[in-house]
């Protein structure tokens, strides 16, 4: 059974940097595409990042390029997302998704989710 499991959530002050965790069991995801979502209150998931099965393509949403880095270990089956410089806005459940295909932006195309990791930046 495929489970993932976020990490590395919590509270932050503005301009402070954490770095997020999502360990995968279940199978093999070497070759798998990872991505991480998050999902503020009162508004829809949207994509934050994604990199490829072989690690070199990597995907950023506009709002956290420069900030942001999506990084994996294949040997741990594990993902992470360092976050650097945040913001308020960047506060939401954070969620990392595999696919069994190249790297994608929409959500509807991951196959397998974790439950997702608070992250909450103060001002």
């Known amino acids: 059974q495929v489970q993932l499991v976020e990490s590395g959530g919590g509270l932050v002050q503005a301009g402070g940097s954490l770095r997020l965790s999502c360990a995968a069991s279940g199978r093999t995801f070497s070759g798998w595409s990872m991505g991480w979502f998050r999902q503020a209150p009162e508004k829809e998931r949207e994509f934050v990042a994604a990199?490829?099965?072989?690690?070199?393509?990597?995907s950023y949403a506009d709002s956290v390029k420069g900030r942001f880095t999506i990084s994996r270990d294949d040997a741990k089956s594990t993902v992470y997302l360092q976050m650097n410089s945040l913001k308020p806005e960047d506060t939401a459940v954070y969620y990392c998704?595999?696919?069994?295909?190249?790297?994608?932006?929409?959500?509807?195309?991951?196959?397998?989710w974790g439950q997702g990791t608070q992250v909450t930046v103060s001002s």
């Open positions: 990199i490829s099965g072989s690690g070199i393509t990597t």
């Open positions: 998704a595999v696919r069994a295909s190249r790297i994608a932006t929409p959500a509807n195309d991951y196959d397998y």
